[in-house]
């Protein structure tokens, strides 16, 4: 997840009072509250009281006197690192103290007053369920309303989740992101005021070996079974004609479980589908149609003569990655605010060892390169949960006296959420950062002379590959 402060408001104050600068805090691109400095300060110093000064970044100091535009722009750039630093860091990123103040905060800046609602939420196969919430409900909430609802069992809770999606006129889902305890799914998905959007429950692992948990239980084995038929009609999972006649055979019979298990076997079942796309591989400005799942990234290319070729990165020979953005400037050569911005271009860039000593940079310039880069580190994430001994129902998330407490196992290793690029329906962004901090940084050496360490977000997966996987 990427926290960014691109630009300032210059605001009035209540009741005909002094003006003062807002700070517009972003997530992924995408408006989620707008704060003032002293509100800013009294998060810090809450932080700091509650975890040591220690343990908390450097605070851009009080200023006596009135700041000089290039002393808020200086505010703002210090603000953005602290504000990033706290959502990188294990222990404050997850603490309620730092989520309650950016959900209040994005309630405040959108004046949603505190209800009871109905909230809208589908399964992948398009069913509706309605609940009963609060708006000021945070995602865990909600989702436990659904599994309520649904008579989800409390121990198959943390096998789900809550994504944000755009539904395209075709109808399919295009995957916004993974919606998060910082935010309030009501405020969230009303705010971006378009119908377009929408809350769907989906499975939220990559290794079909926890399905078998999940199949235990009859509204577990339901939601997975509708999940798969969804997917293979959207022609997210690879199947042949015999394999076709097989399931559609098995569907008529209503025999879920070995439904599911040949569905199992079938090339992409359980990975996402990305928009299409281009990449830079095997040739520079190819279209390619990129899909994650089962440790891999996958890119389909259609040939002359609508040949179909795949090529897949497997995220184990991933030493690195990176997700860059630039906004192109108008013919000028300059910018300013309010004119000439362009849309933003997000790239995916990761080093892949493609044979024993060879390692090479692969491109995918995609408008979801924030969510292409969060699949990968959830599925490094699970990969070393389940290395440690971990499972799925470890990670599970409980509430203890009204707060959220994570297991050792989900401290250790944080799997972060589902994102999108920004919303290019939105307003350009004046300033953006040059790196989006999508996953949690992890300090390795220079990857060459392309990219320095600070730009990159290391594999601890790729540490344990050998000469049997080249």
Not at 36 to 56: D, F, I, P, T, W
Not at 118 to 128: D, M, R, Y
Not at 145 to 154: C, M, Q, S
Request: with cysteine; glycine share 6%; charged share 25%.
């Amino acid at each position: 997840m990427h926290f960014s402060i691109p630009e300032t408001e210059s605001r009035s104050g209540d009741s005909g009072g002094s003006a003062y600068v807002a700070y517009n805090i972003h997530v992924n691109g995408v408006l989620h509250c707008r704060v003032r400095y002293s509100q800013l300060l009294g998060l810090h110093e809450q932080l700091r009281k509650e975890y040591g000064a220690n343990v908390l970044p450097a605070f851009p100091p009080k200023k006596l006197f009135s700041l000089t535009p290039a002393e808020v722009e200086q505010r703002r750039e210090q603000l953005e690192k602290y504000m990033q630093a706290v959502r990188q860091d294990p222990l404050l990123g997850s603490s309620e103290t730092f989520n309650s103040f950016l959900r209040r905060a994005q309630q405040e800046t959108q004046q949603v007053p505190t209800e009871e609602v109905s909230l809208e939420v589908l399964l992948s196969n398009g069913q509706k369920v309605l609940v009963s919430v609060l708006t000021s409900d945070q995602t865990e909430d909600v989702l436990e309303a659904v599994a309520a609802k649904l008579e989800l069992p409390d121990d198959l809770i943390g096998y789900f989740s809550l994504f944000l999606v755009r539904e395209k006129e075709d109808g399919a889902f295009s995957f916004v992101r993974k919606l998060q305890e910082f935010e309030l799914p009501y405020v969230s998905v009303t705010s971006l005021r378009s119908q377009e959007y929408k809350i769907v429950l989906r499975k939220s692992y990559w290794d079909s070996a926890y399905d078998e948990d999940v199949m235990e239980n009859r509204v577990g084995l339901n939601l997975l079974y509708a999940q798969t038929v969804s997917d293979i009609e959207r022609g997210w999972i690879l199947v042949t004609k015999e394999q076709h006649r097989q399931l559609k055979s098995l569907q008529e019979k209503v025999s879920k479980k070995e439904f599911l298990r040949l569905a199992q076997t079938l090339r992409h079942y359980g990975y996402l589908r990305f928009d299409a796309c281009v990449a830079d591989f095997p040739e520079k400005n190819c279209p390619v149609v990129v899909s994650a799942g089962n440790s891999e990234l996958s890119l389909q290319l259609r040939l002359p003569g609508q040949q179909l070729r795949e090529g897949s990165f497997r995220v184990t020979r991933m030493r690195c990655w990176r997700v860059t953005s630039s906004v192109p400037l108008p013919s000028g050569g300059t910018s300013s605010p309010g004119r000439g911005r362009g849309e933003v271009r997000l790239e995916l860039a990761f080093e892949y060892l493609m044979s024993k000593d060879r390692l090479q940079w692969v491109t995918i310039t995609s408008p979801q390169a924030i969510m292409l880069s969060i699949c990968l580190q959830s599925m490094v994430d699970e990969l070393m949960v389940k290395k440690s001994g971990g499972s799925i129902r470890k990670m599970l998330r409980r509430r203890v006296g009204g707060t959220l407490r994570r297991s050792d196992s989900q401290q250790a290793v944080k799997s972060p959420p589902l994102l999108e690029s920004p919303d290019a329906s939105r307003e350009s962004m004046v300033k953006l950062s040059s790196k989006l901090s999508a996953v949690s940084l992890r300090g390795i050496g220079s990857p060459g002379t392309d990219a320095s360490a600070s730009d990159v977000h290391g594999n601890f997966a790729f540490e344990g590959i050998g000469d049997e996987d080249l």
